[in-house]
């Protein structure tokens, strides 16, 4: 599978998203277990969204379907700010 950067095809950000997964961001041996949150363009093509860790948020890939990248974004910074100020 092709893994886009995030600001490539600047035209994707504006089509909403239809299905996302969760996979692990760094390889098993490093001692922090981070997630990524992965958007599924197509058959094809993905494209790395965020990453973030388990222990501090809680994510789930129903919570950004319909959104767009843009929208999803703006989430997952205003809940990791909602974190960070706790």
């Known amino acids: 599978m092709k893994i886009c950067s995030l600001f490539s095809h600047g035209g994707f950000m504006r089509q909403h998203i239809k ?11 490093c001692e922090f277990k981070s997630r990524a949150m992965i958007v599924l363009r197509g058959e094809a093509e993905e494209k790395l ?20 990248e843009e929208e999803a974004l703006e989430k997952f910074h205003e809940c990791d700010r909602r974190y960070l100020l706790s």
């Open 49 to 68: 969204l965020f990453t973030y860790y388990p222990d501090e948020l809680t994510f789930f890939p129903a919570d950004f379907v319909g959104m767009t």
């Open 19 to 29: 299905s996302m997964r969760i996979v692990p961001a760094v390889p098993e041996k």
